[in-house]
């Protein structure tokens, strides 16, 4: 019998945790949590928006019409009003969520990718390289969060780009921590051992072989994480440090109008709600998939 | 169990070291020169080569290194560029505001946190238990500027009850004495018997604690809800309402004993947290604390105080968590044993 053969048989007879069945199954679970389908909506209803913002707005978000300056919402016809220079407010919001989508994305992708690989070698590999990257993880925690991200962007300099960078390094440590602990988990279970006697390479282990069935908390932290890095950039553009004038961020939209509060409550208050679903959306699908996926807490 | 603490403060050290060598070389390694970026574009040949000798730039990256442990082990952070004031100086006037802030937000939202997730656990899908988890759902999806900004509109603006911003009113002629503004109050009250100053000092706290405590409060309703029903499930709680005892003392002697174990390391957390994270808050009600001073610093490009800022903090943060990890080992003796 060849190798190759006794490999397709061995693997024939040992099933790793994660088949096709295990998602169709959690999918199945999640249409049935409330709250994490009225995130799911909310989540489809934004990202519906960010695609098909050309249409869905009512008119250009950078546009001023100095005239209509300010002009309260349901007046002459913009729905949602105007900010200090004339532009349509809820124009403004579907085009900022494009932006924090991008944003939240984009950002944790970087997050994933670096805290992830660090995270898997970590786990993997253990002893010394394991102590080696938990020490500096440990050291990147040693920083509260909001604060490294500020710092990080100061040094870079201020600019939507750069705001998505230092929130994706900040979260990186942890990302790295919740796979490290499921691939420790994996990395003795007899799929694992049977592989590896197969002569199975490293890199294959890791990636092919582990990785698929230690995703599932790193999808919650990442779920929730989205939530988290439209947050921070918000409160980064809110502070200067984030997207710049005329983008029509949502925290930039509230800085640059917050001395209107004594005048005009909508255009403070209303880009503070997208700010406030959309985050919402990803919280409570985050939740939602954490009852689901997260074996610790399955019965 | 002293062996258990020594092992932890052991454990401090290579992460102090780490922050340290974090914080050196995300400064020096940062694009552009530094000496030019702190002066601007208009600055001569003559004045970089002296803010660059100043700061030690001339020297090798090595030999910096060295130097900025050395000092920082000695307790010296350099000076501000803008002030000229030592930076230990600059942080320490600011600190009790900051710790000011960052106590009455976590008493705010443990006492809350900890009644409503008590009330929430006791009372389980009732509408005490939904609405109290969608508050604290929205509450920790909420951004703290924005939330900061509509308390303004409404209690300072709309209904012209709290200030909104500062510390004091300005027109009380204020002197502080340890510049924590509410014991300063007491004792002006005591002092000259009247209470104006403790007044003027309790509203300006008003908002931006709750601005600063939502967050901490949703997240510690959340733990006290969810450690009160896994209490609420044990045998001895069962036990005990078989024997007959009134729910309200299984509830509040027995139960939440033993639930406030977690939450008491999220308040701790917590507390670390909103040392730092006031940036935002600071900033908006303009409290003269850390946070505003380390964002007005990067504003300005005071390297050096950024540099002291984030380290001071740090510092703060982590001893703050060891801390609340050995008091919680000392509540919980079982974790010692792992």
């Known amino acids: 019998m060849s190798d190759n053969m006794t490999k397709e048989i061995i693997e024939e007879e040992i099933t790793p945790p994660a088949e096709p069945g295990f998602w169709k199954e959690s999918w199945y679970q999640l249409t049935r949590n409330r709250a994490a389908m009225a995130g799911l909506i909310i989540i489809s209803v934004f990202t519906l928006m960010a695609i098909f913002a050309p249409l869905a707005a009512p008119e250009d978000p950078l546009e001023q019409t100095i005239p209509a300056r300010l002009t309260a919402p349901f007046t002459d016809g913009y729905i949602l009003g105007t900010d200090d220079l004339g532009r349509d407010l809820l124009s403004r919001i579907i085009y900022g969520g494009r932006i924090s989508l991008i944003i939240g994305v984009v950002s944790v992708s970087i997050s994933l990718a670096l805290g992830g690989v660090l995270g898997l070698v970590a786990g993997y590999f253990g002893g010394w390289v394991d102590r080696v990257i938990m020490r500096v993880i440990d050291i990147m925690l040693a920083f509260p969060y909001i604060l490294l991200t500020i710092v990080i962007v100061a040094i870079l300099g201020p600019s939507l780009m750069n705001a998505m960078v230092a929130i994706g390094i900040s979260q990186m440590p942890r990302y790295a921590r919740v796979l490290r602990a499921s691939v420790m988990g994996e990395r003795e279970q007899d799929y694992v051992l049977a592989e590896r006697s197969l002569g199975t390479n490293n890199f294959e282990l890791m990636f092919h072989t582990i990785l698929p069935n230690a995703l599932a908390p790193t999808m919650v932290q990442a779920t929730l994480g989205v939530g988290e890095a439209i947050l921070s950039s918000a409160g980064l553009s809110f502070l200067g440090l984030g997207a710049q004038p005329p983008t029509p961020e949502w925290g930039l939209m509230i800085a640059s109008s917050k001395q209107f509060i004594t005048s005009a409550w909508w255009v403070v208050t209303l880009p503070g709600i997208a700010i406030l679903l959309a985050v919402l959306g990803f919280n409570l699908l985050g939740d939602g998939l954490r009852d689901i996926l997260d074996p610790r807490l399955r019965d | ?338």
Request: aromatic fraction near 10%; hydrophobic fraction near 50%.
């Open chain 2, 1 to 338: 169990m002293l062996k258990f603490i020594l092992k932890r403060l052991a454990l401090l050290i290579p992460t102090l070291l780490g922050v340290i060598t974090l914080v050196f070389f995300m400064i020096a390694l940062a694009p552009g020169d530094p000496a030019r970026v702190m002066l601007g574009e208009r600055a001569n040949a003559e004045q970089l080569a002296q803010l660059r000798s100043e700061l030690g730039l001339d020297q090798p990256l090595s030999k910096q290194y060295m130097l900025y442990i050395g000092r920082v082990l000695r307790g010296d952070l350099g000076k501000s560029i803008v002030t000229q004031q030592k930076i230990t100086k600059e942080l320490s006037d600011r600190l009790p505001a900051t710790i000011e802030l960052a106590l009455t937000a976590t008493l705010f939202a443990s006492i809350l946190g900890i009644v409503l997730g008590v009330a929430a656990a006791r009372k389980r899908n009732s509408w005490v238990d939904y609405s109290t988890m969608t508050g604290a759902l929205v509450g920790v999806s909420m951004p703290v500027f924005w939330l900061a900004l509509v308390l303004i509109m409404i209690f300072s603006v709309g209904l012209d009850l709290l200030p909104t911003g500062g510390r004091m009113n300005v027109r009380l002629y204020f002197r502080p004495i340890t510049n924590f503004y509410l014991i300063d109050g007491i004792i002006m009250w005591f002092r000259e018997g009247k209470s104006d100053y403790f007044v003027s000092a309790l509203k300006h706290l008003i908002l931006p604690t709750v601005a600063l405590g939502t967050i901490p409060l949703a997240i510690i309703a959340r733990t006290t809800r969810s450690s009160m029903l896994e209490v609420l499930k044990q045998d001895y709680v069962k036990t005990a309402r078989a024997a007959g005892v009134p729910e309200r003392k299984v509830v509040f002697r027995y139960a939440l004993r033993n639930a406030l174990l977690p939450v008491i390391t999220v308040i701790g957390i917590q507390f670390g947290l909103l040392l730092s994270g006031a940036i935002l808050t600071e900033t908006i009600f303009a409290w003269p604390g850390i946070g505003k001073w380390i964002y007005h610093s990067i504003g300005a490009r005071d390297f050096p105080a950024v540099q002291g800022g984030i380290l001071f903090i740090s510092f703060f943060f982590v001893t703050i968590n060891l801390v609340v990890d050995l008091l919680y080992s000392v509540i919980n003796p079982r974790i010692r044993l792992k």
